[in-house]
Nanobody, 119 residues
Framework: QVQLVESGGGLAQAGGSLRLSCAAS????????MAWYRRAPGKQRELVAR???????IYVDSVKGRFTISRDKAKNTLYLKMNSLKPEDTAVYYC?????????????WGQGTQVTVSS
């Protein structure tokens, strides 16, 4: 099992910044990838950014150049630095971990943290 706990959400003004954190614990040694997803009101959940074990990253087009995903393996923590925030970034943000073990692949989710951007 892997436990994920997000923090750092809150209220920001358009153009401002926030940094989300996701602390991972449990069977973290075979985590293959971690990611941030978000669900805006009335919309489906979407992938925001993903980082693989080799530190390669991908981003959804709408956040490229504004958001940065990173991972501190020593602290077992995933981050999402969000700059130049826009009202359309308002959503609940979820941390996700993809674990690949000999017994199979497993996916884990945090409880989510609310990000609200005012215009």
């Amino acid at each position: 099992q892997v436990q994920l706990v997000e923090s750092g959400g809150g209220l920001a003004q358009a153009g401002g910044s926030l940094r989300l954190s996701c602390a991972a614990s449990g069977r973290i040694f075979d985590i293959y990838a971690m990611a941030w997803y978000r669900r805006a009101p009335g919309k489906q959940r979407e992938l925001v950014a993903r980082i693989l074990s080799d530190n390669s990253t991908i981003y959804v087009d709408s956040v490229k150049g504004r958001f940065t995903i990173s991972r501190d393996k020593a602290k077992n923590t995933l981050y999402l630095k969000m700059n130049s925030l826009k009202p359309e970034d308002t959503a609940v943000y979820y941390c996700n971990a993809d674990r690949r073990a000999p017994e199979g692949s497993f996916e884990y989710w945090g409880q989510g943290t609310q990000v609200t951007v005012s215009s």
